[in-house]
């Protein structure tokens, strides 16, 4: 894979659960790492569901992978 084609920067988040001074639980997000990506179109079309239009896509990412220093 060439990196020049990685052009859109994602964050890679994980949750974190926390319990306030009621006992509620609430879900934090916590970023991991930032990386590089690419949104590859791989097909979709135009369904009509229930009278309604629907959109139906498949999107593949393609992602940089490395250990995080």
Known sequence: MRAGLLTERIDVLKPVVTVNDYGEET???QNIY???ARLVH????RMNVNDEI???YTKTFQI???VPV
């Open 27 to 29: 879900t934090d997000w």
């Open 34 to 36: 930032t990386t590089k």
């Open 42 to 45: 791989t097909g979709g079309n």
């Open 54 to 56: 629907f959109y139906s």
């Open 64 to 66: 940089r992978n490395y």
